[in-house]
């Protein structure tokens, strides 16, 4: 199999987990929180919450304006 | 993060609505809605590496700043403790993320090894999808400054 199927099938792998993250957090009674639960917890201190947003502010420049 | 024996999230009583799903003013939501469509898709026809891309992306992020610190909506209360096994998971694929791009880029070898912005970089290439992409971003961006 070529490399770049493999790098593929890794990032699709990968990013598939962060879905299935997100719906086993919105079951009833896990331990496991949703993406917006644990952004949540992060921003709660004033630098977490400018870290995040300056993530945001990165990611649309970098697929956006470049 | 808090102790690994967190009490495990309540959940909503059935039949109360979720904080997103309460429309108290419809009209203006579906106004500012349009207005964020329309800004995507003038947004989404700026060419890339131009001024104008970058003041396309520089101004929802200085609107969203100046609403974060100076008139924040009403938040999204987080949660007092994290479970940290459970948060273990998200930073496990979160990290083999970034170690998989990082790879891609150290090889140096584009076509072989890709990294996440060379894939998706064609797909943002037709207009009504880049306008979509930013769209979710600016919506994205609303709902980190509620949490």
């Known amino acids: ?66 | 993060m808090a102790a690994d024996n967190a009490p495990r999230r309540p959940r909503r009583p059935a039949g109360k609505r979720a904080p997103w799903a309460r429309v108290r003013h419809p009209v203006p939501k579906a106004l500012i809605l349009a207005a964020l469509a329309c800004y995507s898709w003038i947004a989404a026809g700026t060419e890339p590496f131009t001024r104008n891309a970058l003041l396309v992306v520089l101004a929802p992020g200085l609107v969203l700043a100046v609403i974060a610190y100076g008139r924040p909506p009403e938040r999204i209360p987080p949660p007092e403790r994290m479970d940290v096994a459970g948060f273990s998971y998200w930073a496990i694929c979160i990290v083999a993320l970034f170690e998989w791009e990082a790879s891609a880029f150290r090889d140096n070898a584009l076509w072989w090894h890709p990294s996440l912005t060379d894939l998706i970089d064609p797909m943002l290439g037709t207009h009504p999808v880049k306008a979509m992409a930013i769209l979710i971003w600016l919506l994205s961006g609303w709902a980190l400054v509620r949490r």
């Open chain 1, 1 to 66: 199999m070529a490399t770049r199927v493999i790098t593929i099938i890794g990032f699709a792998v990968l990013i598939l987990a962060l879905f299935v993250l997100e719906y086993l957090g919105r079951r009833p009674d896990t331990r496991i929180p949703t993406l917006g639960e644990w952004l949540g917890y992060v921003m709660r201190p004033r630098a977490g919450r400018l870290l995040v947003l300056l993530g945001w502010l990165w990611l649309g420049w970098h697929y956006f304006s470049r």
